[in-house]
């Protein structure tokens, strides 16, 4: 390959990762653009587990042999099988530089050339009908993240020291790619996330509230809303500290997540300051009523806490048309007042309570803001 077709080839794989929405994306950009780059066949790409001591391969791409597939989940190696792991992660470069790539072919070490370091490679060049393959360790932020591997079919052109040499500089790319992919995603994570008690925060309710809803005005997915205030916290700030309101909000968050897994694909989140909610979609009204009351019981043994004012808000409960995510809000929220009002030890239910509950006559009103436009629901604790 040319120098130009080279230079184009770097330019395409650094491109691909770059337009990639999230991890998986980014991992099959990365081994479709090498193995294009490199005339490969097949490529994968491999993350190196040291807690776990394997490799694990996250993609597979091209021509994928019986019992391949393209996102794996269980196809991992032992790095002890792999003595030239151990060799370019350790010995070679922990001075400093990093490691460069190596050629291994389904024949074994051929004459005049570098002798292969791994049986276990050999053997699976054979076993999989692959001639050889070129292997290039990627290096994170100065540390071994894992590997890329290219291969082509028996029969084809072995790979010689510039393939390998151009591995070297295409794993640099792909480093850089996850790296961006990773910063990327933690931006996305702390835009989501309450950096106190690791909930999802408010942005997260209103975006999943707004598709839920969307998907229940089309299919009728029941769609269950929890709104909960944590009792005393003001007492707690005032009396112990604003740490020890800290450790009451981080562990009344433990329970509401432990509360929340009752609810299949619920999310529990923290709207701000001591009040928290637990969106599911799918479950139903029953079975979140059922969460809600174990998240009071739950409340009230917390030490320094007075327990949890809890309201429900459900579609599949008679609180009238919803069509809008604001108002499954505002049902849920007017029946945590009512607890709160009322101190009562167990959640208030929108729809459940008598002709004269004030959370009834909220569900009489229109399903529309004033002016008859629907928007992006705001209740009393948006930003």
């Known amino acids: 390959m040319g120098e130009d077709r080279r230079l184009t080839a770097v330019v395409a794989l650094a491109q691909g990762m770059a337009a990639a929405h999230g991890s998986r994306e980014a991992w099959r950009a990365a081994a479709t653009g090498a193995c294009r780059a490199l005339g490969g066949s097949f490529a994968a790409l491999s993350v190196w587990e040291r807690e776990l001591g394997r490799l694990r391969v996250l993609v597979n791409v091209g021509e994928l042999a019986e019992g391949e597939e393209e996102f794996p989940e269980d196809e991992a190696y032992p790095v002890h099988q792999f003595a030239e792991i151990t060799e370019f ?41 692959r001639g050889c393959c070129v292997v290039a360790p990627i290096v994170l932020d100065g540390r071994a993240w894992g590997e890329l591997y290219v291969a082509r079919p028996a029969g084809e052109a072995v790979f010689g020291r510039g393939d390998a040499d151009f591995a070297t500089v295409l794993a640099s790319v792909v480093a850089a790619g996850i790296a961006q992919t990773e910063r990327l995603e933690e931006a996305r ?11 999802a925060n408010r942005r997260a309710v209103d975006v999943r509230l707004e598709r839920a809803i969307e998907r229940h005005r089309r299919d009728d997915t029941a769609v269950s809303l929890v709104v909960c205030d944590l009792n005393g916290l003001k007492r707690v700030n005032d009396t112990h500290g604003h740490a020890a309101g800290d450790r009451l909000l981080e562990r009344f968050g433990s329970v509401l997540s432990l509360c929340g897994a009752m609810l299949p694909g619920a999310l529990a989140a923290r709207l701000g300051g001591d009040e928290f909610c637990l969106l599911a979609v799918g479950p139903p009204a029953d079975q979140v009523v059922k969460a809600a009351g174990e998240l009071c019981r739950r409340a009230s043994e917390l030490e320094l806490g007075d327990g949890v004012a809890c309201g429900v808000a459900s ?9 809008s995510a604001r108002r499954l809000f505002r049902l849920a929220d007017a029946a945590q007042y009512r ?40 209740g009393r604790h948006a930003p």
Request: hydrophobic share 35%; with cysteine.
């Open 89 to 129: 992660l350790h010995e070679q470069w922990a001075g400093g530089g990093e490691p460069d790539a190596w050629v291994e072919t389904a024949e074994g070490p051929a004459a005049g050339r570098e002798p292969g370091y791994c049986h276990q490679r050999v053997a699976a060049l054979r076993r999989r009908g």
């Open 189 to 199: 994570r702390l835009a989501f996330t309450d950096s106190l008690t690791g909930l």
């Open 315 to 323: 579609t599949e409960d008679p609180i009238g048309p919803v069509r």
């Open 339 to 378: 607890a709160k009002a009322e101190r009562a030890v167990k959640p208030v239910v929108a729809g459940r309570a008598g002709p004269d509950d004030p959370v009834v006559r909220l569900a009489d009103e229109p399903s529309q803001d004033e002016g008859g436009e629907r928007r992006r629901f705001r």
